[in-house]
């Protein structure tokens, strides 16, 4: 019901802030979306979990709350959202540190 808005919302996100998300599922009452690319890199990814949440809101017209996020191997994201209020949202991030 709500995946060609959601589709929508990331579009705009993604023109917006140079960023490559995109949706990977939706179930029930919550979906998934891959953050990629140099939004991942910055010492403010989260700040941008909350941007596109708020675009959400504003394209779907209902509450949208961060559940969790994991942060891949790749320094990429997945963040789950979801229509419910939950009390924390769940945290998983890895230091990853580059040496030339």
């Given at each position: 019901m709500y995946?060609?808005?959601?589709?929508?919302?990331?579009?705009?996100f993604n023109?917006k802030?140079?960023?490559?998300?995109?949706?990977?599922g939706?179930?029930?009452?919550e979906?998934?979306?891959?953050?990629?690319?140099?939004?991942?890199?910055?010492?403010?990814?989260?700040?941008?979990?909350?941007?596109?949440?708020?675009?959400?809101?504003e394209?779907i017209g209902?509450?949208?709350?961060?559940?969790?996020y994991?942060?891949?191997?790749?320094?990429s994201?997945?963040?789950?959202?979801?229509f419910?209020?939950?009390?924390?949202?769940?945290?998983?991030i890895?230091?990853?540190?580059y040496?030339e």
């Amino acid at each position: 019901m709500y995946k060609g808005l959601i589709e929508k919302a990331i579009e705009g996100f993604n023109l917006k802030f140079n960023s490559e998300c995109k949706l990977l599922g939706i179930r029930d009452k919550e979906f998934d979306i891959l953050f990629r690319g140099h939004i991942c890199f910055t010492c403010g990814a989260y700040d941008y979990f909350e941007d596109l949440r708020v675009i959400l809101e504003e394209r779907i017209g209902k509450k949208v709350y961060l559940k969790e996020y994991k942060q891949n191997e790749d320094g990429s994201y997945i963040v789950t959202y979801i229509f419910e209020r939950i009390e924390k949202p769940k945290r998983d991030i890895k230091i990853i540190f580059y040496d030339e």
